[in-house]
Nanobody, 125 residues
Framework: QVQLVESGGGSVQAGGSLRLSCAASGRTFSYGMGWFRQAPGKEREFVASIDWRGSSSYYADSVKGRFTISRDNAKITVYLQMNSLKPEDTAVYYC???????????????????WGQGTQVTVSS
């Protein structure tokens, strides 16, 4: 059984930075992993994902150049470094793990195998 536990959310002013972490347990070594977010009243949307080697990463256009995804397979942990945060980045951020795909933005949230419980990120103007 795969379990994902996020941490690192919080409140920050616009222009600030946060780093999210997702610790995985279970057989996720070869999984694609990534992050989605969901703002109040909106659908869950793709943010970023990374392949199991950590050699290929994928980003939503809205976060390119500001967010960086990485993974440490020794610690079975995925990170999302978020810089130059904007109020529109405010959302609950969910860690995701998928057995067969790395570009999680292509398959959408409906196809994701495993989810974390979410962590709140609030950016004030």
């Amino acid at each position: 059984q795969v379990q994902l536990v996020e941490s690192g959310g919080g409140s920050v002013q616009a222009g600030g930075s946060l780093r999210l972490s997702c610790a995985a347990s279970g057989r996720t070594f070869s999984y694609g992993m990534g992050w989605f977010r969901q703002a109040p009243g909106k659908e869950r949307e793709f943010v970023a994902s990374i392949d199991w080697r950590g050699s290929s990463s994928y980003y939503a256009d809205s976060v390119k150049g500001r967010f960086t995804i990485s993974r440490d397979n020794a610690k079975i942990t995925v990170y999302l470094q978020m810089n130059s945060l904007k109020p529109e980045d405010t959302a609950v951020y969910y860690c995701a793990a998928e057995k067969f795909y790395s570009d999680l933005g292509r398959i959408g949230p409906e196809a994701i195998d495993y989810w974390g419980q979410g962590t709140q990120v609030t950016v004030s103007s």
